[in-house]
């Protein structure tokens, strides 16, 4: 049996409160679901924080070894709300969450989106990347694509 049911992908622990918001109602959606806390995993900039703010496990988002040894003890990974899929800043954004994506795929992981918002998109690598990535997922609910 594996260590976590889900972990939690998104724009977590860098001290934005939208985003942080989406991440409570994560953690309130997947806890009324039945999924016990410690069954959790936040994947977050400031993993220290997250856990302590939260009450799940969390591991730096940037550390690729330690996002590989999490994946193989997890059955499921949510992109949880929010746009994570843009371009507007930079297509590195879209580029960073598709490697993700794609690294739990290869771990077996099953995927799934809930509340995220697309775009802007002016690229094509960004269109691809956002493209690839969400037609991995297995559910995808409320994706919304903004221009």
């Given at each position: 049996m594996r260590k976590y049911r889900v972990?939690?992908?998104?724009?977590?622990?860098f001290g934005n409160l939208g985003d942080e918001l989406l991440l409570s109602a994560c953690i309130d959606m997947l806890t009324r679901s039945g999924i016990?806390?410690?069954?959790?995993?936040?994947?977050?900039?400031?993993?220290?924080?997250?856990?302590?703010?939260f009450?799940?496990?969390?591991?730096n988002r940037w550390h690729y070894r330690e996002l590989f040894r999490a994946f193989r003890e997890?059955?499921?990974?949510?992109?949880?709300?929010?746009?994570?899929f843009q371009d507007i800043?930079?297509?590195?954004?879209?580029?960073?969450y598709w490697a993700v994506v794609r690294l739990a795929k290869l771990c077996g992981v099953k995927l799934w989106a809930m509340g995220q918002s697309v775009g802007?998109?002016?690229?094509?690598?960004?269109?691809?990347?956002?493209?690839?990535?969400?037609?991995?997922c297995e559910v995808v609910h409320a994706v919304m694509t903004t221009l």
């Open positions: 972990a939690v992908l998104g724009y977590y622990g016990d806390r410690k069954k959790l995993l936040v994947l977050s900039n400031s993993p220290d924080d997250t856990a302590e703010s009450g799940v496990d969390a591991i997890c059955d499921t990974l949510l992109l949880g709300g929010g746009g994570l800043t930079s297509v590195k954004s879209c580029a960073w802007p998109l002016r690229s094509r690598i960004g269109r691809m990347l956002a493209g690839d990535a969400l037609r991995l």
